[in-house]
């Protein structure tokens, strides 16, 4: 880990007249993998959604490699190096698994040649997807759109990965396969972001931990700092 990539300064984000951030700060040092972990409804995802400028802060700054990113367009942020795998995947359901991939590889305007060594790179760590390659979204099965997610975002290789809830829904086997994948994905060289509900996946694959209630960070600390606190457990995350 070489210096902070990714800053989030004082960020504060409404939606409506709902103070959902009251002044969320803090950085991920390049290479890590970080978690977000809480309650539901405290924060978690509204901090990614603002950091990919989905909605964007009333106050506050995101800065991505020491240039400030703050509430540019979604295009832009992903073309700067930040993947966003969000909550619901938004697989296109009438596309193949293919076009779902191409699409990605478009909008980062990756040529053809190129294009093709990320498909099948993609495909090596996903060979379900290579199997269903020109099977339509809709037709997937919830782990294989969750596949298809983590794999759109990769085609583009990113600097940091925004990754929210990715093992909701999904039985315990794909939970597992889901956690090596992330860790292959890490192992690239990829900074990792995760929201992540199961806190068992959060602190199996973390090595820092950002704990979030009502819109702010009130603890920062690793995995063990976590598991060997119940009261915290129950506290903020609502887990014993």
Known sequence: M?????????????????????GVSFGVGRGEFVA????????KSTILKT??????????????????????????????????????????????????????????????????????DAFALFPQLRERQHQKGRTLSGGEQQML???RALV?????MLVDEPT??????????LVQVLCEIHSRGVTVVL????????LELARRIYVIDHGVVRLSTTPDGIRQDPGLMQALLGVS
């Open 36 to 43: 977000l972990v809480g309650r539901n409804g405290v924060g």
């Open 156 to 160: 583009v290789r990113p600097k940091i």
């Open 195 to 202: 929201v992540e509900q199961m806190v068992t996946v959060a």
């Open 51 to 120: 950091v990919m400028g989905v909605t964007p802060p009333r106050a506050g700054r995101v800065l991505l490699e020491g240039r400030e990113i703050t509430g540019r367009p979604p295009h832009e942020v992903s073309r700067a190096g930040i993947a966003w795998v969000p909550e619901d995947r938004r697989v296109l359901p009438h596309l193949t698994v293919l076009e779902n991939l191409q699409i990605s590889l478009h909008g980062a305007g990756v040529g053809r040649h190129e294009g093709q060594e990320r498909l099948q």
């Open 168 to 177: 909701q829904g999904l039985m315990p086997k794909l939970v597992a396969a």
């Open 2 to 22: 070489t210096g902070e990539i990714l800053v989030l300064e004082d960020l504060h984000t409404y939606y409506g007249k709902s103070h959902v951030l009251q």
């Open 149 to 151: 997610a983590l794999a």
